[in-house]
């Protein structure tokens, strides 16, 4: 047990200072300018509005990490809440539909890794065909209207509160959390992950199957945007065509905040978490304290702007020390050579 | 006009390590200066003085005499000193003139990039070298060689007349290589002075007149190239030379088994290959770039498709599709191009290591066990000497033989029967192949059959027990250890014999 928490202390958390540091100042930023900021309802609440981000941010790690991105995230989620709605009216009982629209999500992260692997599209670029099309498919099942659900089990998914206190949503959310950074830490796929994100031939070249790595992502990231979709329709009471509008870039910027480089290779769940947060509390903060919604788009774009200027700070000095590490090392291990 | 860079006492320390060490020299127009040394030796470090990327802690920096301080590379470029770097500098979208102006464009009265003048001048100098390089073309249209030659005009144009090459010719071919050493003679011939960094031996015979030779951050000597033979240079920058090296490296009496058979092998590159490796041998593959050394083995590690014939192992016939299959029957290949095939560059040293073995370190639940990770990783570094702090540190953070090193020793962990090492030691420093060859050697002993691509034929004939030589695409020939002779494998290499 020591062992683990002297492994989380050397890695995850000394990285993440920053981001820790900075979820502390809008706590007292905030709560100074509003007393309800810090509450235990506030805080379930920021929780609950992570929910939907934070399922999409998880996907979206992994495959940044590995080199791709999504950006059909939000299109899926939508599409997936009016098919569950559908589904829930027809009558399915609400596992069904809920396991329907998931598995219509993987359908689309399938269709996403076909493209890029087969047709050799830019993950950006094919995806961004598919979040047009997928929303279009959104609108005509519907019709373009708001499918209400009166399925109370459906419902209650997205609203019922255990021990009166923790939401599903949240409980799931955190669960599924724990899950990938388990999953991406410690296991064979998730070390997989990073490889792929340097170099796809050298990997392919050191044994593994780029082409099946990319596929599993892809098809994860659908299926979670797809269950954070139905989730958001529960909480709404209806699936909503133009739900979900910019979900994947507000995933992204999560995801990016948290220490993801989207030159691949780099991040963790774990910063994920925390990047998401952050930028919800953040967001939260900003609505509580009154500032407009369009300045609130500005603070966003400066909040990630600031973060990463921190994180550049670090690593700079950070990579000197490592220079001058690597020349003693040398020096050190000179003599031996010359034997 | 006559110039001249001279080094006093140049001492260049980082927190704990002496980089460079009392370099003192003068170097003169009309002569190109080698730096030869082992990765660490302090050449890069100087090359960095020199372009002022750098700053000595000690010493004094000449330029035609007078004492200068560079604080940016812009200063020294402004003082006539460009540096030309093996990854080219050149933005491949626009035109061989706006690049030629890099950062510099000529304006026109009211601001407006003169490009015309731009034009001018850049088939100007392409005129004076011979170059066949119109100022319009868009420089990623154009071949590395050229991309190079890029490079070159335009140190040429803003006026360098300290010009020094770091390793240029890493990505070139034969023929290309001798157009740049064209050009370097003619810029001697115009009074620069030039440095030029390389590992090769026979580039630094072919353009060389003095040979600066380094070791630990120490000038050992100053010699001329024409009057010290390559066996004296490589003593005196690695302590001995390669003839003993060779000598003394481990052998096993005689070959064991056939492991491998190839007959008849059959792919869109190369055709009727039929040979046999042997546990406990050392099979070298020799013949020039392109003759399909390379094809033979992508064939065997299932990147390529095959046509025809059959592949064996221990008597049983294969057919590896991929190279997670060409792994588990006991295949393991270092390829040729270490940047692009080898290395996983976001990953640690360690990740490096055991990624292609990781699958057999997992527990009963599919966890990763990360201390017996590690102790491989140790113990890797350890054997193979892999100079790195710790094992955390990121393979692209290496040096070329570290990394290379690091990608030998992942495959060491698959436990191979067959090693094949594609150009082992290109592009690495001598000192670093004395111990590539070593290891290799030492893997023959233990019983893997061991294949062996080189190009430099002093390496295949000095560690190979027996040697294929191929042609177009087909085996022409086959030497055993007691006929090993460059004239032999040149006769078999090469389609005009009277050469």
């Known amino acids: 047990m020591k062992n683990i928490v002297n492994k989380l202390k050397k890695s995850d958390f000394a990285d993440k200072i920053t981001l820790i540091l900075a979820m502390l100042l809008l706590l007292v930023l905030f709560g100074s300018l509003n007393r309800n900021y810090v509450t235990f309802a506030n805080i379930i609440n920021i929780l609950i509005a992570c929910s939907l981000t934070g399922f999409v941010a998880i996907g979206e790690t992994n495959l940044i990490i590995a080199g791709q991105n999504d950006l059909s995230a939000g299109s899926v989620a939508a599409c997936a809440g009016v098919l569950a709605a559908l589904l829930s009216r027809a009558g399915m009982p609400m596992p069904v539909a809920l396991l329907a629209a998931v598995a219509a999500g993987c359908v689309v992260g399938a269709v996403n890794a076909s493209l890029v692997t087969f047709l050799k599209l830019q993950p950006f670029i094919a995806t961004l065909a598919t979040m047009s099309v997928v929303r279009g498919l959104a609108y005509i099942l519907c019709d373009g209207k708001a499918v209400g659900i009166s399925d109370k089990t459906f419902i209650r998914m997205g609203t019922y509160r255990l021990f009166g206190v923790l939401p599903i949503p949240v409980l799931v959310l955190l669960i599924t959390f724990i899950v990938f950074g388990i999953l991406l830490s410690k296991t064979y796929f998730g070390r997989s992950i990073y490889v792929l994100g340097g170099n796809t031939y050298a990997a392919r070249l050191a044994g593994l199957n780029p082409t099946r790595i990319v596929f599993k992502l892809h098809i994860m990231e659908s299926g979670l945007a797809a269950f954070a979709g139905v989730l958001l329709a529960a909480r709404m009471n209806s699936g909503q065509p133009q739900a979900c509008d910019g979900l994947e870039f507000d995933a992204i910027t999560a995801a990016v905040l948290g220490g993801t480089a989207f030159t691949g290779g780099v991040g963790t769940i774990f910063g994920t978490f925390l990047g998401m947060l952050v930028l919800q509390s953040f967001k939260t903060g900003l609505n509580m304290v009154g500032v407009p919604t369009f300045w609130q788009q500005v603070a966003q774009g400066c909040l990630l702007v600031v973060a990463l200027s921190f994180d550049f700070y670090r690593k700079h000095t950070r990579d000197k020390h490592a220079l001058a590490e690597s020349m003693a090392a040398r020096n050190a291990a000179a003599p031996k050579a010359k034997g | 006009m006559l110039h001249s860079v001279e080094f006093r006492h140049i001492s260049k320390f980082f927190p704990g390590v002496k980089a460079l060490d009392d370099i003192s020299f003068l170097a003169e127009s009309g002569q190109v200066y080698a730096f030869l040394g082992e990765n660490g030796a302090g050449k890069s470090t100087l090359l960095k003085i020199l372009n002022g990327d750098y700053q000595p802690d000690a010493g004094e920096y000449l330029i035609n005499g007078q004492a200068i301080h560079f604080s940016t590379p812009k200063e020294a470029i402004a003082h006539g000193v460009s540096v030309i770097y093996q990854e080219r500098q050149v933005l491949l979208d626009m035109t061989v003139a706006e690049n030629i102006f890099l950062g510099d464009w000529p304006k026109k009265m009211g601001g407006m990039v003169d490009a015309e003048l731009m034009r001018r001048r850049a088939a100007e100098i392409a005129a004076r070298f011979g170059l066949d390089i119109s100022p319009d073309t868009k420089v990623g249209t154009l071949s590395i060689a050229h991309q190079q030659m890029v490079e070159i005009m335009k140190a040429v144009n803003r006026n360098s007349n300290i010009i020094a090459f770091d390793e240029p010719t890493a990505s070139l071919s034969d023929s290309e290589i001798d157009i740049l050493f ?56 690695v302590g001995r030379s390669l003839g003993d090296i060779f000598n003394e490296l481990p052998r096993s009496a005689s070959r064991g088994e056939p492991l491998v058979e190839v007959k008849d092998l059959t792919t869109p590159y190369v055709s009727g290959i039929s040979f046999t490796a042997y546990r406990g041998e050392v099979l070298g593959f020799a013949g020039l770039v392109g003759a399909g050394r390379t094809e033979v083995m992508r064939a065997l590690f299932g990147l390529d498709p095959v046509y025809g014939g059959t592949i064996t192992v221990e008597g049983k016939a294969v057919q590896p599709r991929s190279p997670a299959q060409a792994q588990a029957l006991g295949f393991a290949m270092v390829p040729e191009d270490r940047k692009m095939q080898g290395i996983l560059p976001n990953i640690s040293v360690r990740g490096n290591i055991t990624i292609s073995m990781l699958k057999s370190l997992l527990n009963k639940w599919g966890f990763l066990m990360e201390s017996k990770e590690e102790e491989i990783a140790q113990r890797e570094i350890r054997e193979l000497n892999i100079k790195t702090p710790n094992s955390d540190k990121l393979i692209s953070q290496l040096s070329g033989g570290n990394q290379q090193k690091v990608i030998l020793a992942r495959w060491l962990e698959t436990h191979p029967k067959l090693l094949i090492l594609d150009e082992p030691t290109k592009g690495i420093d001598v000192g670093a192949k004395a111990e590539f060859y070593r290891i290799i050697a030492e893997c023959a002993r233990r019983g893997m059959a061991v294949i062996v691509i080189s190009s430099e034929l002093p390496e295949v004939i000095g560690l190979s027990d027996r040697i294929l030589v191929m042609r177009e695409g087909r085996i022409s020939g086959e030497v055993m250890r007691s006929g090993f002779s460059e004239e032999t494998i040149l006769k078999y290499a090469m389609t005009d014999i009277s050469k």
Not at chain 2, 187 to 198: A, D, P, Q
Not at chain 2, 202 to 209: F, L, S, Y
Not at chain 2, 214 to 227: I, M, R, Y
């Open chain 2, 182 to 237: 064209q050009i370097i003679r003619q810029l001697k011939e115009e009074g620069k002075v030039i440095f030029y960094v390389s590992h090769r031996m026979n580039e630094i015979a072919q353009v060389a007149q003095k040979v600066i030779i380094f070791k630990d951050g120490q000038l050992v000597d100053v010699v001329d190239q024409a009057t010290t033979s390559e066996d004296e240079m490589i003593r005196l920058m």
